[in-house]
Structure formats: structure tokens, C-alpha cells
């Protein structure tokens, strides 16, 4: 009958709505007893390993100029203890003194052919508003979301720039070995097996 049928769909709805209702809850559950992991910072094998991959996270980071954020947050959680939100915010301080010391460094450096600072200042400005919206709403999410849901966020995020970083990594080295037998092809045509590496221009 109309009144069964009714009744069956009215029944289907309460439990779908349920369902999203305690979706919703579980997503969300830890936004208001979130508990911040703030281990004894006691001297330690945790202490030296954290250190010295510290280290190295701002060495490569600064010369592949990634930051070396996905080094610092799986270091500060797994290694030294933190929490995944303490460890998000700790690296970006992390990653801000290696920003200092690079821009420091590049400061006076020029391009290696055009007669301008290998910093592009005016690209930078035009970045720096979407960054700093981009910034504002990660911040927003990092104190909404739950724990779990920032550390499957982190894996997801380091998967996919460590993949694309491998790839790239990949194609630069296939380019060089490309030029490098077109060079040797070139100086055995000459008739010439020893050539000379000419400097860039530099700028003044």
C-alpha cells in the first residue's frame, strides 16, 4: 500500500541520514580533545638521529629547493615523538630558517646569462598573495581535522611530490646523458677528443 511504501522510504532516509550523521562525528570527533604529544626532550639516540637527519633534511632540501618539509614532519613524529599537527607546525619553522639562510645566500648571486638577480623578484610578489590565502586555509584545516585524517593527508601529499620529484629526478638525468653522447659524438667528429668547457656569461 501508499502508506507502507511511505513509511519504508521515510524509514530509508532516517537511516541514511544516521549514517552521515555519524560520519560526520567520526571525521571530526578529536576536534575539541585533541590532545597535543610533546615528548621529554632528553639527550638520546632520538635526539642524534633527529639532528643529523635535520641536517641533511636542510642540506638536500635547499639545494633541490623543496624546503625539506616531507623530511621534517616524518622525522619530528616518528623519530622524535611529536604529534602530526605539533610536527606540521615545528617544520615550518624548520623550514623557514633554511628560507632565511638560502634567500641570504642568493641575495647577491646574478643570473648565468641574463643581466638580472637569479631571484625573480617580481614573480615572487606575484605568488605571495595565493600563498598566503593557501596558508591561511591549511591552518584553518589543520585545527578542524582529526589526527588520522592530517597523517593520511601528509602520506598522500609525500607520495605524490616524492613520486614527481623521482620522475623529474629521471628525466633530467636521461636529457644529460642525451647531450653528454651528443657531445662525445660531436668531439669524435672533430677529430678531437679533448674539448674545453667554456664558462656563462656572468653578470657584472
Same mark, same amino acid.
Given at each position: 500500500?501508499?502508506?507502507?511504501? $511511505?513509511?519504508?522510504? =521515510? ?11 555519524? /560520519? ?19 639527550? @638520546? ?11 641533511? @633534511? $636542510?642540506?638536500?632540501?635547499? %639545494? ?5 618539509? @616531507? ?26 630558517? /633554511? ?24 614573480? /615572487? ?27 593520511? *593527508? *601528509? ?23 642525451? %647531450? ?6 660531436? =668531439? ?10 667554456? /664558462?656563462?656569461? $656572468? @653578470?657584472?
Amino acid at each position: 500500500t501508499l502508506k507502507e511504501v $511511505a513509511s519504508a522510504e =521515510l524509514e530509508i532516509e532516517e537511516v541514511e541520514l544516521t549514517f552521515l550523521r555519524k /560520519a560526520i562525528n567520526f571525521l571530526w570527533q578529536n576536534r575539541v580533545g585533541y590532545q597535543h604529544v610533546w615528548p621529554d626532550m632528553e639527550f @638520546g639516540w632520538q635526539i642524534v638521529v633527529g639532528s643529523l637527519i635535520g641536517f641533511f @633534511g $636542510a642540506a638536500f632540501g635547499s %639545494v633541490g629547493g623543496v624546503g625539506g618539509g @616531507g623530511i621534517y614532519v616524518p622525522m619530528l613524529t616518528l623519530i622524535i615523538g611529536f604529534d602530526s599537527k605539533s610536527a606540521t607546525a615545528i617544520s615550518k619553522c624548520m623550514v623557514m630558517g /633554511a628560507a632565511i639562510s638560502t634567500v641570504y645566500y642568493n641575495l647577491k648571486q646574478r643570473h648565468p646569462t641574463l643581466e638580472m638577480p637569479v631571484i625573480d623578484y617580481d614573480l /615572487a610578489l606575484l605568488f605571495q598573495p595565493m600563498l598566503v590565502f593557501g596558508i591561511s586555509v591549511g591552518v584553518a584545516f589543520n585545527v578542524i581535522f582529526a589526527d588520522w585524517m592530517i597523517t593520511v *593527508l *601528509l602520506i598522500v601529499l609525500f607520495i605524490f611530490t616524492s613520486t614527481k620529484a623521482f620522475l623529474r629526478g629521471v628525466d633530467t638525468w636521461k636529457k644529460e646523458t642525451i %647531450v653528454k653522447k651528443e657531445a662525445a659524438q660531436q =668531439l669524435a667528429s672533430n677529430g678531437t677528443q679533448d674539448g674545453e668547457y667554456k /664558462a656563462l656569461p $656572468a @653578470g657584472p
